[in-house]
């Protein structure tokens, strides 16, 4: 009888997206083995290259099942297969990686520990049973460890720690979790904790974290090396504790995160959603901002960890040394905030974690593990239902955002100076750095420098194009301009709010003409006015401010950022009222200054900044006239509006500018200022005042989109900028609007604040270069 001859095939695939250090070779491996087809997989510079071959409904099953069965953490942006020769290979090998290759490189944020590296780590009969840096396939460091591609263990931090018997066979073994796990390490062959006084001296001892934990218990600051720098901790109960790590700190008021044992720990402070216990579990860990429970509070966490706030921030360990510290604690929440004193960046680097952070902790828990890069903690919370990224930073950086438009070219967005991100475009892939903070200060200056240089290194690009922000001033604009003359690039500026407006464009997948409210703190504007209240129509390439809120005088220009008393007294004079209501705060003789510098127009730049209105009426009903920390003034009077039912909106009018200026509608605010200094002087509530001035601004968000859509036949309303993180004001104007028949879109992958500023930046400067329209 004769016998069919074996009809063998040949299959090569290439597979960009995110699939180096994901574990997708071992998959691959594993299926490949399991269908009986012979073959190879490799990493080259940003790609996984596949051949497989054997009998045609082999390959059908193999490509079937490699889609539908990815790792965890593995994403496929693009898969393509073609056909090729025979090679009569029968078994399937993992490659050694080929880096020559020019490709899209996407790189894997950190994640926390999967499920099996947990139980591994509490299990007394396995041989990594607590130890602080177990990790596979699946979950790790990743991002903070890697100091070049293509991925390998070679290019990363642990290429010191030369790999044990067992875990070289575990690392070879297709069956193994541990299969190609570039990080992986055990007691025997990786990183070990050690502890240190906070005069630089070791301290001997057989378990450095069980002293550590005892000294927390008692009471001392400890600085805990993580995955993305240091953090400094105390017991959050311990009132003295919290409140000398503040005074060390020189953080007087802004709120300490907090991290807790599990959910379960979560909802013993918190109000906590089924979606918040998503955002909490979730492989980021990002720090959630959750509503302390109302029903009893019991001091379970220190006043001080965040004083007079109805939120908490929490994040669930994110480490393996986190987990075990956590549980070794019996459930003692601990401050967890960064390695650093008020507006440096994080501490990550050993000799400079001990030179900064020497006078702040009273020990050092750390290991012997570099970290690459640093990288801060995400913060996010939920408003609506939805997610509203406040920092993207660990856990979701770096992941890559698809533009809509593609870039021609490499570019570089160099972001604003405030919450500081950058974002290199290549092709229509967005990748946004973690977050970097405010630029003011020199060692953050030099801290985005250096992550500029390693992501340009790490992604393999070198932009030929810089795009900035249209402020002279900004340390990211200075930096873009003296880069390109030192490389002879063209340079883009792009106004502050434009950027915003495109950044919630990216952020919703949009490239069509929008009506664009951009409501934040300041921003340079094209007249040379500062920003902040205001109404666009346009896209990427170009916008026209249709609207914006009345212009008022900035006394004293920055400072009036940091006494918000300044801003009523503009706000007072502007409207004609007395400034009895700001006697009892402020000196007599400076409301005199101020109005003599009001009357000579002398440091006084005007502003339509909504954040600045904020400001102002917090002032005005005795909230806050000075701030400790950035929006402060404003996150009080939301906080003082959020449990107070809506009872109407102030008056506020429109003014037409008239046909001859861009700017076609003023919102006229007196009136409001008028209003709320009425009620004030008739003793009403801070609470309603509070809540009638968040409805009056959805009722300007709202009333102004109508008279735009009605002029301009819009009906799409991106909504942007700092005012955006308040989830009153957010709520409402996306339910107004909706209910009005608009589409409404907020952010919901970056951050509304100027965290966001750079995707807005590089779509808008990708646009204008695929049409020639780029200058610089």
């Known amino acids: ?82 056909d090729c020769e025979p090679q009569n290979e029968r078994t399937f090998r993992i490659e050694a990686s080929v880096s020559s290759v020019a490709s899209a490189v996407q790189i894997s944020p950190d994640v926390a520990p999967c499920a099996a590296c947990l139980t591994e780590l509490f299990d007394p009969r396995d041989r990594r049973y607590r130890y602080p840096f177990l990790n596979c396939t699946n979950c790790g460091p990743r991002l903070t460890v890697i100091c070049g591609v293509p991925y390998d263990r070679a290019q990363t931090t642990l290429a010191a720690f030369e790999l044990c018997a067992k875990c070289r066979t575990e690392y070879a073994d297709p ?18 904790l050690s502890l240190w006084s906070a005069d630089g001296i070791e301290i001997v001892t057989d378990n450095p974290l069980e002293q550590a934990e005892a000294w927390l218990r008692a009471g001392q600051i400890g600085a805990i090396k993580g995955l993305g720098g240091y953090h400094l901790a105390c017991d959050a109960a311990n009132e003295l504790a919290v409140a000398a790590l503040r005074r060390r700190k020189q953080r007087n008021e802004k709120p300490f995160a907090l991290m807790v044992t599990d959910l379960d720990a979560a909802r013993r402070l918190c109000d906590v959603s089924s979606e918040e216990e998503q955002l909490l579990a979730s492989p980021r860990r990002p720090i959630v901002l959750l509503r302390r429970r109302r029903d009893d509070r019991r001091l379970i966490v220190a006043e001080a960890v965040a004083p007079g706030s109805p939120y908490l921030g929490i994040m669930l360990p994110y480490t393996p040394l986190h987990h075990l510290l956590l549980h070794d604690l019996d459930g003692l929440p601990l401050v967890m905030t960064s390695g650093n004193r008020s507006d440096e960046p994080i501490a990550y680097d050993d000799v400079d974690a001990f030179d900064r952070l020497g006078t702040i902790a009273d020990f050092f828990l750390t290991h012997d593990r570099p970290i690459h890069i640093r990288c801060d903690d995400a913060v996010t919370r939920l408003v609506a239902g939805e997610e509203l990224p406040l920092r993207r930073s660990r856990g979701s950086a770096p992941e890559t955002l698809r533009l809509p438009v593609e870039c021609p070219f ?63 001033d900004y340390a990211s604009t200075r930096y873009a301009l003296e880069r390109a003359a030192k490389d002879n690039l063209p340079y883009l500026s792009v106004q502050h709010h434009h950027a ?60 009036a950022v940091l006494e918000p008393w300044r801003m009523a007294k503009s706000q007072l004079v502007d409207s004609g009222e007395d400034d009895d209501l700001l006697r009892p705060f402020v000196a007599a003789s400076s409301l005199r200054v101020l109005e003599r510098m009001l009357e000579a127009d002398v440091n006084s730049p005007h502003t339509s900044s909504a954040g600045r209105l904020f400001d102002a009426v917090a002032s005005l009903v005795g909230l806050r006239q000075h701030v400790s920390y950035e929006g402060q003034a404003a996150m009080e009077l939301e906080w003082a509006a959020m449990d107070e039912p809506a009872s109407g909106a102030y008056p506020f009018e429109f003014v037409e500018a008239g046909r001859d200026t861009e700017c076609r509608v003023l919102v006229d605010t007196r009136p409001l200022i008028c209003a709320i200094v009425r009620d004030v002087r008739h003793r009403i509530p801070v609470s309603r005042i509070s809540r009638r001035f968040h409805s009056t601004v959805v009722e300007i968000i709202v009333e102004v989109c109508r008279q735009l859509r009605q002029t301009y036949g819009l009906n799409a309303v991106v909504l942007s900028g700092g005012v955006f993180t308040n989830a009153i004001v957010l709520t409402e104007t996306i339910s107004r609007l909706s209910s009005d028949g608009f589409r409404a879109y907020r952010h919901r992958q970056v951050p509304s604040n100027d965290g966001g500023l750079c995707l807005g930046q590089l779509s808008i400067a990708a646009t204008l270069s695929r049409l020639g329209t780029t200058g610089g």
């Open 1 to 82: 009888m004769a016998v069919t001859p074996r009809q063998i095939s040949r299959r090569s695939a290439l597979l960009t997206g995110l699939v180096q250090g994901v574990g997708l070779r071992p998959f691959v491996h594993g299926l490949a083995t399991r269908l009986g087809l012979g073959g190879f997989v490799r990493n080259e510079a940003g790609q996984v290259r596949i051949e497989v071959e054997g009998e045609a409904s082999a390959l059908d099953r193999f490509c079937i099942d490699l889609s539908a069965g990815l790792p965890p953490l593995a994403e496929i942006r693009e898969l393509l297969w073609c």
């Open 175 to 192: 069956s193994s979790r541990r299969f190609h796990a570039e990080p992986t390490a055990c007691p025997a062959c990786g990183p070990q």
């Open 410 to 472: 490499p570019i570089l967005a160099v972001g604003g100076q405030w919450k500081n991100t950058f974002a290199l475009g290549r092709g229509d892939d967005a990748v946004l750095s973690h977050h970097l903070g405010d630029l003011d200060e020199l060692s953050a200056f030099r801290a985005f420098e250096a992550a500029i240089e390693h992501y340009e290194r790490l992604f393999a690009i070198r932009p030929q194009m810089i795009v900035h922000d249209l402020h002279p």
């Open 500 to 559: 915003h407006i495109a950044s919630g464009m990216v952020d919703n997948g949009l490239n069509e003409p929008v009506i664009g409210v951009a409501f934040d703190g300041t921003g340079f504007g094209a007249d040379g006015a500062i920003w902040g209240g205001e109404f666009f129509i346009g896209d990427y390439r170009q916008v026209r401010r249709a609207a914006h809120l009345r212009y008022i005088p900035m006394p004293g220009s920055d400072r």
